[in-house]
């Protein structure tokens, strides 16, 4: 079992949708969670964290976090082309761990 | 958020050749910074984690004497290809653990740089 598993896609969405990504993660005492959003040809850039159970609101982003479930998602509300992407979960147990990171899923907006 | 950043960009070399490519810290101190390799709509595959001070530690496959990989001080780590080969035509992305954030575990990536070995 993989320790950070998502779906690769592709997700396609029309423009102005919601876009929902999800990831699940193995280790029960992870702390920490990540969203990193990667265009193609270039480096992955952090765009959500969070830390506790519920949601946190970062603009157009909303990340949900469920620790019970061990299950962390990320929503792009009115989605837009250049949200056009491959989308990174990353875990860690907190301190000074490992950071794990799935293997990514990729959103495909359509105008 | 934190900066880190990777140089050269891209670069190009005869086979046979090695390389050095850099990755700086520039607001924090890091510790800890991780090199990766990643090949055309693939994942990114973790090839090593570079402590300061000490030896780098590799992933299971990768050949510690082919990737040299060198972090003598908090703000700098060198990812140096030996002896390149076309198959080490590759992305290759360094990132760094910014110790202020995320309880020490919030990462940043450099821009990456585009090896091209001919």
């Known amino acids: 079992q993989k320790e950070v598993e998502q779906n690769s896609g592709p997700l396609s969405v029309p423009e102005g949708a919601i876009a929902s990504l999800n990831c699940t993660y193995s280790?029960?005492?992870?702390?920490?969670f990540f969203w990193y959003r990667q265009y193609s040809g270039k480096s992955p850039e952090l765009i959500m964290s969070i830390y506790s159970n519920g949601d946190k609101e970062d603009g157009r982003f909303t990340a949900q976090l469920n620790k019970a479930s061990q299950y962390v998602s990320l929503l792009i509300r009115d989605s837009q082309p250049s949200d056009s992407a491959t989308y990174l979960c990353a875990v860690s147990s907190g301190g000074y761990q490992k950071v794990t990171f799935g293997t990514g899923t990729k959103l495909q907006v359509i105008p | 958020g934190a900066v880190v950043s990777q140089h050269p960009s891209w670069v190009i070399c005869k086979s046979g050749t090695s390389v050095k490519i850099e990755c700086r810290s520039l607001?924090?101190?890091?510790?800890?910074m991780f090199w990766y390799r990643q090949f055309p709509k693939q994942s990114l595959m973790l090839m090593a984690t570079s402590n300061e001070g000490s030896k780098a530690t590799y992933e299971q496959g990768v050949e510690k004497d082919k990737f040299l990989i060198n972090h003598a001080s908090l703000t700098l780590s060198t990812l140096t290809v030996t002896s390149a080969h076309p198959e080490d035509s590759s992305f290759y992305i360094c990132?760094?653990?910014?110790?202020?954030?995320?309880?020490?575990?919030?990462?940043?990536f450099g821009e990456g740089s585009w090896l091209t070995v001919v």
């Open positions: 280790d029960r005492g992870s702390q920490s």
């Open positions: 607001d924090f101190q890091a510790t800890t």
């Open positions: 990132s760094a653990r910014d110790p202020r954030q995320g309880g020490g575990n919030t990462i940043y």
